[in-house]
Structure formats: structure tokens, C-alpha cells
């Protein structure tokens, strides 16, 4: 199957009892049994459950992967994969990442004894003298967040294979209609499926999928013994969300390129950061491992001044001011002050998150409503 058709037929079966083309909200915590372990395949919930099964299944195909798995948000997927690891690892990982991502990593991990080194990972040779005998994991995010760096999967992916490492690609910014690490030779791919995956900003979900029996089986035994996992009703939301996950990738690629043009074309706006313009550092890449540039737009203003950024975000009608990204309505937001807050000013900073810079999710509106919304707001400053 090609992609569009995966997106709403792979892995899916219909209902073997009703014949029920989306799979019944299966809202229960335990099945029935006949004799002690005999029963059809499920047995309590945090293990498996048959709304969550098929969107594991759903997962799994459109990121060409053989194992999906189901968390209760983003951060749970990502805790999932770190607790692969052992006191004494060592991780690489991108320096501009979702703050969140930071988070967990410096501020949880670190005091279970794992080593996090934080780099910009777009230039090999910045990063690959770091590596020695307790590295374990590469950990990318790519395009990163807010910054919209792009790094080539398929180059790290030969140094992590070189030295036995796992790679992580978050895919989150991307989603598969765009990039598949698995393709590109990443072990694992993570999503905060809340975003482009759910679509609608109406459910909090994280997900992974591997291809590797031996690693799936390890993810599967932490996703039950440490029990993160998402309820029947979120499964649902999120499985009904990938169907139409190509046509609401197709509009935000189109609004998003439109407006990353009209804030470059803009008197009052310094940079603009969108992987799909020629001068972006990193354009070459972004075009050889996507099939185009997403929806996620950041810009800082030539005044350069954190008011002046709280002026747009306060005045924009059409855009929300608000956490999170990738629902069809389009948001804004100040990542300084807000998803990366918990990154510290001074390390934010270096990577470009200065506290002007302003992040877009555009979403599937009229693309002439979403440019005059931003021409209003800007035109106050
Ligand atoms: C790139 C990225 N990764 C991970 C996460 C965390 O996901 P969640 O909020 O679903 O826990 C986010 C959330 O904003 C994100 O943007």
C-alpha cells in the first residue's frame, strides 16, 4: 500500500464480531477468562487492549515499521525509551529540542545516573569526538523544535550502526507523510502524538515504533511494567486522527510555506526560520529526507524585543496563543517563556531560542485569513 491508503487501512481489521469499520472504543480494564490463561488474546489493559492494539497497528505501517506502541503522551514514549538504558550510559542528543525533552533528560534521568551530552547534531563533526565506550544512544530531532534545524538521519544513522549505538528520531515535527527515520536507518522513531498525529488538539499521546523483534520485546515489557499507556478512548481519537492525516499534511505544508514567504517578504521581520527555504543551512538535507517542509514556522522581529514579540502573540485573532502545535486550528507561540521555558536562558539562548523569537503552527485555515491575522498584529509594532 502507498501512503495515503495506509494512513487508513494499515494494520486495520474490520471488527471480527459486528463487522464495525473503525474498531469499538473497547472501554473496559479486564476480559474474561475460561480457565486460568485461557482467554482470546487480551487480559487486562495496561498490557493490551483492542482500540489501542489498532492504532499500535496503524503506527506501525505509516512509519513502515513492523512494532508500534501506545503512551499516554509524548514524554511517557520518551521515558520509555530512556529507561533502555543503564546507570553509567551515556546519551547524545540534540541541543535544540523540545524543552520538555530537556527536561526529562537533565533534570530526571541525569539522577539516575545517565549522562546526557547536548550538541548541535546538524554538523557531524561537532559531536562524533563525543562518543566513547558508554555512549548508548543518539537521540535527534530533526526538524528540531523551534529552531527548525534539520539533521541527516541517514548520516548519523551510519556513525550510530558504526558504533552499535541506538538511534531515536522524534518525528514528531515531520510526521511520516514527510520523513520515516526507519527508512533512513533510525532503531526507533518517537512522536508526541498529540500533535499532527492526533491533529485536532484533543487528546495528549505519545507513541514509538521500531522494527527490531529483540528491541520491540524490551519496549513492550516496559510499556507494561512501568504502565504509561493511553486508555481505549485515546486510541480511538488518534486512530480516527491518522486517517485524514495526509490531506491535513498537504494544507499545512501549502499555508506553511505561504506564510514563512510572507514573513521573509515583511519590512519588519528579521529571520524566519523554515527548512524549506534555499538559504536555510540545512535545505539540502531537509530536501533529500522529506517530501516537503511542514507546517512549523518561527520568526524573530527586527526590533528584536521580547515586548514587542508579546504585542503579536496577544494581538493575533485568528492564530491562539497557546501550548503545543500540529492541531488543524493554527497557534503561536513564545517559547522562551513557554514550551522552553525549563530550558536554561543562558544554553536557549545559544541555540537561537532568544526571548523575541515567535513559533507558528499554522494550521489548515484560509491561508489570506491566517496572513492578515499576522499583517494586523505586526502592523502594532
Ligand atoms: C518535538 C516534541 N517532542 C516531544 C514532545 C512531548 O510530547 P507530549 O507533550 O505529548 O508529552 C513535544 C511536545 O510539545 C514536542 O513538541
Not at 562518543?131 to 544512544?137: D, M, Q, S
Not at 538511534?167 to 533512513?184: C, E, G, H, I, S
Not at 526560520?273 to 533529500?288: C, I, L, S, T
Not at 497557546?322 to 545559544?350: N, Y
Request: proline share 4%; with cysteine.
Amino acid at each position: 500500500m502507498k501512503f495515503n491508503t495506509k494512513t487508513i487501512h494499515g494494520g486495520q481489521e474490520h471488527d471480527p464480531t459486528t463487522g464495525s469499520v473503525m474498531p469499538p472504543i473497547y472501554q473496559t480494564s479486564t476480559y474474561a477468562q475460561s480457565s486460568p490463561g485461557k482467554h482470546k488474546g487480551y487480559e487486562y489493559s495496561r498490557t493490551a487492549n483492542p482500540t489501542r492494539t489498532a492504532l499500535e497497528k496503524g503506527l506501525a505501517s505509516i512509519e513502515n515499521g513492523t512494532y508500534g506502541l501506545a503512551f499516554g503522551s509524548g514524554l511517557a514514549a520518551i521515558d520509555c525509551v530512556l529507561k533502555l538504558l543503564k546507570p553509567g550510559d551515556e546519551v547524545i542528543s540534540t541541543n535544540d529540542l523540545y524543552g520538555g525533552s530537556y527536561r526529562i533528560f537533565a533534570k530526571v534521568f541525569e539522577n539516575y545516573g545517565i549522562k546526557f551530552h547536548f550538541v548541535g547534531m546538524a554538523d557531524v563533526s561537532k559531536w562524533k569526538a563525543l562518543i566513547n565506550e558508554k555512549t548508548k544512544l543518539l537521540w535527534v530531532e530533526t526538524p528540531t523544535n523551534p529552531m527548525m534545524n534539520i539533521i541527516d538521519i541517514e548520516k548519523v544513522s551510519e556513525i550510530a550502526k558504526q558504533h552499535e549505538l541506538l538511534l531515536a528520531v522524534d518525528n514528531t515535527f515531520a510526521t511520516p507523510y514527510l520523513q520515516r527515520p526507519l527508512d533512513l536507518g533510525a532503531d526507533i522513531v518517537m512522536h508526541s502524538a498529540t500533535k499532527y498525529l492526533g491533529g485536532h488538539s484533543d487528546v495528549v499521546m505519545g507513541a514509538l515504533v521500531v522494527n527490531s523483534k529483540e528491541l520491540a520485546d524490551k519496549l513492550y515489557f516496559l510499556q507494561n511494567a512501568c504502565g504509561a499507556i493511553c486508555g481505549p478512548m485515546d486510541s480511538f481519537l488518534v486512530l480516527r486522527g491518522l486517517k485524514t492525516l495526509h490531506v491535513r499534511m498537504q494544507r499545512h505544508c501549502e499555508n506553511g510555506a505561504a506564510i514563512a514567504n510572507f514573513l521573509k517578504n515583511h519590512s519588519k521581520i528579521d529571520k524566519v526560520y523554515w527548512p524549506g527555504f534555499e538559504d536555510h543551512p540545512n535545505h539540502e538535507v531537509a530536501k533529500a529526507q522529506m517530501d516537503n517542509f511542514g507546517g512549523m514556522v518561527s520568526f524573530v522581529t527586527k526590533s528584536d524585543k521580547m515586548s514587542d514579540a508579546f504585542k503579536i502573540v496577544e494581538n493575533l485573532k485568528v492564530f491562539t496563543l497557546a501550548e503545543s502545535l500540529g492541531g488543524v486550528e493554527s497557534l503561536c507561540g513564545h517559547p522562551a517563556s513557554m514550551t522552553h521555558a525549563s530550558i536554561p536562558k543562558e544554553q536557549r539562548e545559544k541555540t537561537g531560542v532568544v526571548d523575541a523569537l515567535i513559533r507558528l503552527s499554522v494550521g489548515i485555515e484560509d491561508v489570506e485569513d491566517l496572513i492578515a491575522d499576522l499583517d494586523t498584529a505586526l502592523k502594532l509594532i
